[in-house]
Structure formats: structure tokens, C-alpha cells
């Protein structure tokens, strides 16, 4: 249980043992409880005095499956407040089996300065001079780290996008194959990394010096449970490696929640050309693969590799929120071109949420017609390039729309929503407005307990129960972001004695008993302290809100507004 | 006493007697007080819940001197707090002549129309299509719309920044010969207006009805003792009419305070080019105007008309604020080169601190030299041609700050200071922090209190009496800026017995006992309307700071930085 602190300003390295307040916690608990220790509230979030921190979940490196989980931790550029990002791939379980619970990255290199951080199989690490990769996007520059290190790393970089310190930059991270497709996309952290002059982060996969386990045995049976459970759902078991979670887009399309151009519409009359079925039947006819592995330990493989017409490598994986933020919310029906689109935001370090979003505002304001794919390449090309106004669709969507002078920006808390219209499923707007992160869908997913076909019990259209259908998910991801379980994987946890299960892990690992009440502790503890954090920087009850339009522009086709009012927001956390 | 309530959606005017919540103030104290009472705090500065107010001061138009002040309201889009901005020119006077104590605009027009508000001689208001003057530069659009409605009009305007909506710019108004040259510059008002769709304000200057006198008599003696003080003081009677406030370079230079090149230094060494002395020699030497009266009623006469060197006239009133944001904080010391930038902003509808403050920024991130003169021409020229960088100068240092990755960006609340460091006057470091303008000058300008040479008696690098010193002027501005008498002949105010003059004024114009404590109540009704904005905005104690820069790198050749606590901050506004 080792915590590396890496001064870029002074380039030193520490290791040390992890802090005695933060023993016992990994992945969110971790890095939201160390950035609300650590860095000033109201500090520049791309200045000296942010931290940035990795951290994997407090299962990583276990027995359990699906566990390779890491959070990334900072002060967020885009929304002024704290950020927590959660990525698959095998960095999290390459730190684990380091026995790193956390890397802590501090300081600020002087500009101009690109380093490489390198963990060593034996977990030491040290700072290499990157110059020969400054401004590489991700895909040649992991390339060019393999031929200098070696393919037995993790490696976790930013793009591009990252080195100008743009507010929508991603961090990316190697799957299982060594692309670098896997996105801590949300909140620019990526804009940090590259504030602090930190260009890669290659982790050796080496490791196996794990944390030990006060009951390996108990461990391993409960972790044994809880991976049939996640088999034999059928989500998670056929579903997802059919699909992947691109199955969201008919199932979402037809209840009219999919924000369309903009979020003028709930409905895309082209959601049929972007589907989980026609994605899946593509791949297969163009040789692709689907029911492919993403993350290490993962059996569920619900990523995919999307290929050309020539059977090529265009991109993996293509995920829900991209075929939405690319194809939907710009009107572009052409999954080749979303394919590309992902490509391009993942080779470049961009988070494809914001950046589709972004593209959307700017087509909504009039700059290029909505459907233009052509346009929209071009447009993430110039963050590439660097020119103004790439510079303002790298910032993201808020930026957008206050260089057009437009005020349809869906965005809270100054990051865009997810592929979920809260006028369509309230419990949305709640968890959108009300979310420590900003805009945000995986903070408190509660599309389940709003749709009929997902076995929900809400009405999507009505306020009653959503502030605490909300209240109860944030607190219950906050936990599972902490033990670092993967979303998908969460059938386990639904299954009959599934939670329990997670109890007993949790139990076996640390040695102390551990129930419901302390699971309920553990998300409390976390939102506190990013409530707290948001406080600090200046949050006030009227930044809990929805933009305007989604108060009052009827949403077709059911032509509802969201109706969750200013108090139940405040409701929300009444803790 | 009548308000003009412009409905831009609806495209409706109503004229109304004063709301008796409003009866007897005026300036600064009607305009924030409206705007407190009816915007709702966190609603889009662009939208159209936000009011643009226009409300001469409560003397103007009255026998009193150097009085036709008129205070601009709205929520700004720069700071995202409430907003006063104060310019003189001729159309306070006219409107006081018209009866008018305020002209309220409300709603927005569709997007893509251009609109006039014209006020006939006899007080009566009428919205006229406008589209014929879209995107005009501002002096090109006076000479339209005289040569379309006579010469006896006031005008009231904006030129393409303001249409852009960009945060930086200006609402210019007509000086006494008709040039567009007196700027309400701070808070980006002018993008209000252009988000409203009204490009012009025409105000007739043949009104003859004024508000009544409850003892005209008592009024006019007090006015006569207060003019015969304003012109007996030396700094009103003889260097401002001679100097104009150019006179502050060598002043401000000398000590040190003078911030250049992007505040890196408080002394620029080419500070005797571009000094008052300088300029009135240049002036005479080529026949333009020194002692030029730019304002109704004024009789200082601190206005000149800058010529070249064949004599034309290149702009007025050159003035030390733009003298040092075009000058020294460019490293710019060429005087006609600041003369053409200063008509440039005029015309281009551009506040003159934001945008040399913004250059200075661009230039010290890298972006061009400091000094190039030439590359600061072509960055406003860009404005105006409303290119993607071009957009990002019109937003203002702190955008241009973004852009660049660029944290030495000297805004408080987003707006820029002004030509006087905090360093090397600490008062002024309460002023910027604590103003619920944003950094801002004018709200509480406590240099003479800080310089020997002006007779102030405070230690200028010490804390000690900063905080009350910066208190007791904010709250003495705040009703100066609401009875509207122009800051530079604030000498008749503090000659012996001059504000007992004022009371006596305000007491026989409303035929109301007034005092010492009602100036008080007077200033502190205004701050508190103000800061009860800000808070509802979303403005914590953690927005009464300033720059890191400031705080931790000291300003040659004294070497000191701010050395104001977080808590002295927090005490300025304990009422």
C-alpha cells in the first residue's frame, strides 16, 4: 500500500506508505478525499498547486473480476470544482499488482518541459526527459513507448488536446490490445496532466506484489459468487458482449430521451444506422470484432474492435455516449464517420462526450449544418492543429456557445450532460444538476429505475421519487467508484445477494467487518467531501441547476419540460 | 420624473411617473437598485431576463456644474455580478432636460435586428428599425443618424463589438462637438445592449423639463459655491484643464506604481513620452486642443483632441487610464500609436482598459512583443473584423488568459484593474478585490490617500488603514456616482464646507432634510444592493481576492507584493 509523490517542479520522487487517514481507501474515496485534503478550493486548476492523482479501486489486483478500474483525481479546469474520472483498461490492475495505491502527481514542470513518469516492475519510479514526444497524438506515441520500453506496460498519456491544456482533454489508457482508446474523458483532466508537463505515465505490467489479503479464501469465494452472478445476468452475460453498450441506443431512442441535434429532439430518425444491431452487424460483415476484451480481469467483453470496408483497424471501442455525442447530437447518421470521430478525439485526447457536444453548439448556432460528418472531422482536426478556433471546441461546449453568443449549451456546473434528455427521464436532471462532477450520467445512473423495459417503477415524466432515486445511486456509485467495480459489472451487485458479497470482499481484504451501513458511510464520505471541496471553490445551492432551455423548450416527441423544482435539487443532498 | 420601459421581444413602450420605491435617487443608486429589484441574479447576461438601465445622475440637468453623468446598469457579462458604469458626454444633461430619470430596456430582440430608440423633444419615445446601421462603426454611425435626425441629439451606442456580444465592449456616447468618444467602458454593458438588438440610444437635447426644484433658489446658491471651489482648487482649476488626467503618468510613474508590460514592472521607462506634459506639447505644438470641453456643463475642461501630425484630429479625449493600458502595460511608448489605438476602441465600441489589459496579456503569454505597437493595432482591427482571435481579445484578459495558458492575468471578478498596481498601493488592492464591480478604479480610488504628494497620510506598502480608507471612499463613490457628479470635480466636495454644499443641494432639490448620515444611507443602500446581487449570483468571500500574481510576485523597483489578508478583505464590506 504504497502512495508515490512525484514533485514535477522539483523532480523528485517519494515513496511512501499510504497515509494512515486514507488506509483502506482506493479509487474515488481516494483521490476525492486527497484532492479535498490537499488542494486549495480556489487554486488555478492547470497552476502548481493542483494535484493530480491515480488511484486505483480497492479491488484492483484482487481475485474479482472486472476490477480494473482507475480514478483520476483534480481540481477540474471545466468545472472549477473537484473531479473524479473513471477509466478501464489494465493500468488499474498493473498498479495493484505494484501494491501502488496511489501516484500523486504535484507541482508544475516549467513550460516547455515534457516528461515521462515510468513505474518499474519493481515499483520504483522515475522521471524520464520526454522531448522526442512532445505534441505526438496518443496512438504513435504509444507506438514509439513501446519500441523504447517495451509492450509490458500500462501506458496512461494525454494528447494533443492535453499539452494545450484544453478544458475538454482527456487522459487515455492502454486496453488490453496497447491502444490507447480508454478514456478518463470527463472534466479536462488531460489539460492538467499537460499543465503539470506529465506527457505519459507507463506502468509495468510486471507487478505482483499485490496488497494482502486478510482472507484470501473468503476473498476468492465471495469474488467467485459475484462473477457468476455477473455471467449469468443477461445483460451482462449476452447483452453487452453482443452489443456492447451501444444496445443503449434503440432502447433510449425509443422512450424519445436521445438528445438530437442539440437537444432539440428526443428522437434521431436515423437512431436505426447508429444502433447496437447495425454497429454489431457491421463489424461481423467487415471481419471486426465484437465480444472483445477492454480491461484487464474483465469477463464480460463488451468492447469492440470497429473496422472498415477493408476489415482495418478504425477504432475501439464504440461506445454508447459516442454514438450519441457524435452521431445523434450533431444529426450524423454515418457510423463510419463516428467511428472515425472516436478515433480521432481518443488519438488526439479528447473526451468524445464534450467534443461531440461542443459540435453540436456550434451547428446549433448556425457554424455548419447539423449531419455535416465531414464538418465535424474537421473540426476536432483543428484542436489538433491548434488553431483559435480549435482552441474553443477543445474548451468544450460552454466555450462554444459563448463564442457564438448562444445560450443552448446543455451543460451543468460547466461540463455537457450525457446521452440521457432529463426532460424525458427526471431522475437525470437531478443527478445532472445536483452531481458534485458537473454533467455527468455515470455519477447516478438512474435510467433503470425510470423505464418500464429496464424494470424501473418511476415515472420518467413526474418529480415524485427522483431526488431520492438520485440521492440513493450518487452515494451508492461514490462506493462502487471507490472499490472500483466496473458500471457493467454491477449485475453482480443487483443479483440476489450480490451487495452482500461485495461486503464480505471488502471484509476479507481489510481485515475489519464491513456492512451495509459502512457501505453507505464509505459514498457518504466521498460526496461530503467533493460537496465540501465545491463549497470552497465558490458552489452555491444555484449551481445545483438545469440551463434554461431544459426548464422551458418542450422536448418532442412527448413534449415535456424537466419538473424538478430549485428546492428538490436542494433536497438532494440533505446530508 | 418618468421612466421609459422599452420592451425589446415585444418591441412596446410604456412611459411611467418614477415607482415611489425609486423617488429621489438617481445614477448609481437607481440603476443598481432597479437592477438588484428585477433581474433575477443567475439568469444569462445575454438573455433576456437582463435590464439595461440608463439613469442620469440625480443632478443632472440641474444649475450644478460638471454634472451630466450618466450611470449604465445591467448584469454583466464580464464579471457575472451587477454592473454600474459611469460616462459623461451630453445625454445625461439631455435627459434630465427631458424629465427622464431613467430609460429601462427589457426582453431581447430576435436574433439578426438592429433597432433605434429615438426620444423626441417632448420626452416621447419610439423604437425605429435599424437594420441600415448594422455592424457601423461607431463615428460613421453618428454621422448616419445626424445626417438622418439633426445634429441636436445626443447618441448613445454601440459599435461591432457590442453587436458581437463580446464582454469587452463599450456603450460610447457623443461628446460636446458629436464625437463618439465618452465610453461607459467597464462590464462589457455594450454587449448587453447588442444582445438586446438596440444599437443606438438618440436622445434630443432640446428638452426643457427638467425636475423640479423644491427651492431653486438654495439649490443655485449651493451650486455657485461649489463651482467657485471646483475652479479655486488647483489640481480642477489649473492641471486638469492644462494636463487633463494624463497628468497621473509622471505622477503614478515616479512611485512606482505605474504596472507595465503586464504588470511585471511598476516603472515604464518610457514613461516621459507618453506623459501628460508630453502630450499637451505635442498637442499644441501640432494645433489640436488642450482645455477641450467634452461634457455638458462641465467647466473644468480636462478633455484635448489629440491631432496628428497634419493637424486631423485622431481622437478625444486622451486620458491616463488608456494612456496606460495602450502605453505602458504594452510596453508601447509611442503616443500617437496609443491615440490611434484609444479612437480604434472608440469606434470599434471597445473599453479601453479591458482590451490594452488583454493585448498585454496575449503579448506577455508570447503572442507578439511588448512594444509592437503595430501588432496591437492589427489585435483590435481583428475585433472588429470578428475573426476567432479577434473574439477572444473582445472577451478580455481573462479569455485571452485562457487561450493562452496564460495565469499573469490581472482581473478581479473577471474584469481587469486599472493603471495604479496594488503593490505599490495597497489600498487599491481592497478596491479591485472587495468592489462589487470587479477590479475597478473609480469605485473606491484611494491613491491620493496613499501618496504624500496628493497629501495622503497612509503607509502605501503597509496594510494599516487600507481596508477603511478603501471602505469609507467606496461608500463616499457610491453616492457620488448616484447624485452624478463627475469624479474630477469631487474638488468641490472636499473643499471646506463643499459637502455640506451637496447636502444642501440634494435637501433643495427633493425638499427633503438631508445630511451626513443620509449620504451615508445613500452609499451604503447602493453597496449593499450591489453586494446582495453578487451573493444571489453565486459570488462568495473567496471572490474578494486577487491574482496569485500579486500576492507572491514582488513589483520592481520597490519589490513589494500585496500583503492584504484573506480576513482584512472580508472585514471592507462588515456592514
Not at 308 to 317: A, C, L, R, W
Not at 368 to 394: L, P
Not at 529 to 544: I, K, V
Request: a negative charge; glycine letters at 12%; aromatic letters at 6%.
Amino acid at each position: 500500500m504504497k502512495l508515490i509523490k512525484v514533485d514535477m517542479t522539483a523532480k523528485t520522487i517519494r515513496v511512501e506508505d499510504l497515509p494512515a487517514a486514507y488506509k483502506g481507501l482506493g479509487g474515488r474515496a481516494l483521490t476525492s478525499g486527497y484532492i479535498n485534503d490537499h488542494v486549495p478550493a480556489t487554486s488555478d486548476a492547470l497552476g502548481p498547486e493542483n494535484i493530480l492523482i491515480f488511484a486505483p479501486g480497492y479491488f484492483s489486483a484482487t481475485p474479482l473480476v472486472n476490477t480494473s478500474r482507475l480514478s483520476v483525481g483534480a481540481k477540474s479546469p471545466l468545472t472549477g470544482g473537484i473531479k473524479e474520472s473513471n477509466v478501464g483498461g489494465t493500468v488499474a490492475a498493473a498498479l495493484g499488482n505494484l501494491g501502488i495505491s496511489a501516484i500523486v502527481v504535484e507541482g508544475q514542470a516549467p513550460e516547455g518541459e515534457t516528461w515521462l513518469l515510468k513505474i518499474e516492475p519493481d515499483g520504483q519510479a522515475v522521471l524520464i526527459e520526454g522531448q522526442a514526444y512532445r505534441d505526438m497524438r496518443t496512438y504513435a506515441l504509444v507506438e514509439k513507448l513501446v519500441d523504447e520500453f517495451g509492450a509490458k506496460n500500462s501506458v496512461t498519456c494525454i494528447g494533443p488536446a492535453g499539452e494545450q491544456q484544453l478544458s475538454a482533454a482527456s487522459i487515455q489508457t492502454t486496453d488490453m490490445d496497447g491502444h490507447p482508446c480508454r478514456a478518463a474523458g470527463r472534466g479536462g483532466l488531460g489539460a492538467v496532466m499537460g499543465a503539470k508537463g506529465l506527457k505519459a505515465l507507463i506502468v509495468s505490467r510486471a507487478g505482483k506484489n499485490a496488497d494482502p489479503m486478510a482472507d484470501a479464501e473468503a476473498f476468492k469465494a465471495a469474488a467467485k459468487a459475484y462473477a457468476k452472478a455477473v455471467k449469468a445476468d443477461e445483460f451482462s452475460g449476452e447483452i453487452l458482449p453482443a452489443l456492447g453498450s451501444a444496445c443503449l441506443v434503440e432502447a433510449i431512442n425509443e422512450v424519445g430521451a436521445f438528445p438530437t441535434r442539440n437537444a432539440r429532439e428526443g428522437q434521431f430518425e436515423h437512431a436505426d444506422q447508429i444502433s447496437g444491431e447495425t454497429m454489431a452487424r457491421i463489424i461481423r460483415e467487415r471481419g471486426g470484432k465484437t465480444t472483445h476484451k477492454g480491461c484487464a480481469q474483465c469477463i464480460i467483453d463488451c468492447s469492440n474492435e470497429y473496422v472498415d470496408k477493408e476489415g482495418k483497424y478504425v477504432t475501439s471501442s464504440l461506445e454508447y455516449e459516442t454514438i450519441w455525442s457524435m452521431g445523434g447530437m450533431i444529426g450524423n447518421g454515418d457510423l463510419d464517420a463516428i467511428a472515425r470521430l472516436d478515433f480521432l478525439c481518443d488519438d488526439i485526447g479528447l473526451d468524445t462526450i464534450s467534443t461531440g457536444v461542443a459540435i453540436g453548439v456550434a451547428m446549433d448556432a448556425g457554424y455548419k449544418s447539423f449531419g455535416d460528418a465531414q464538418a465535424a472531422i474537421a473540426m476536432v482536426e483543428e484542436v489538433a492543429a491548434g488553431t483559435d478556433f480549435g482552441k474553443i471546441i477543445g474548451h468544450g461546449p460552454a466555450a462554444v456557445g459563448k463564442h457564438f453568443n448562444h445560450d443552448r449549451v446543455p451543460v451543468m456546473k460547466g461540463q455537457s450532460m450525457a446521452a440521457y434528455d432529463p426532460r424525458a427521464i427526471q431522475g437525470m436532471a437531478v443527478t445532472y444538476a445536483t452531481s458534485p462532477m458537473g454533467g455527468d450520467h455515470t455519477a447516478g445512473w438512474v435510467v433503470d429505475q425510470n423505464l418500464e423495459a429496464f424494470g424501473g417503477t418511476l415515472d420518467r415524466f413526474s418529480a415524485e421519487g427522483q431526488v431520492e432515486a438520485s440521492r440513493n445511486t450518487q452515494i451508492h456509485m461514490a462506493a462502487v467508484d471507490s472499490v472500483g467495480i466496473c458500471d457493467f459489472a454491477q449485475s453482480g451487485l443487483a443479483a440476489p445477494g450480490g451487495i452482500e458479497n461485495v461486503y464480505q470482499m471488502v471484509a476479507a481484504k481489510s481485515g475489519q467487518p464491513f456492512g451495509e451501513e459502512d457501505w453507505q458511510a464509505l459514498g457518504l464520505r466521498v460526496l461530503k467531501a467533493e460537496r465540501a471541496f465545491n463549497r470552497r471553490a465558490g458552489f452555491t445551492p444555484a449551481d445545483d441547476r438545469l440551463p434554461r432551455m431544459f426548464y422551458e423548450e418542450p422536448l418532442p416527441p412527448h413534449n415535456k419540460v424537466v419538473v424538478i423544482s430549485d428546492a428538490e435539487m436542494e433536497a438532494t443532498f440533505d446530508f
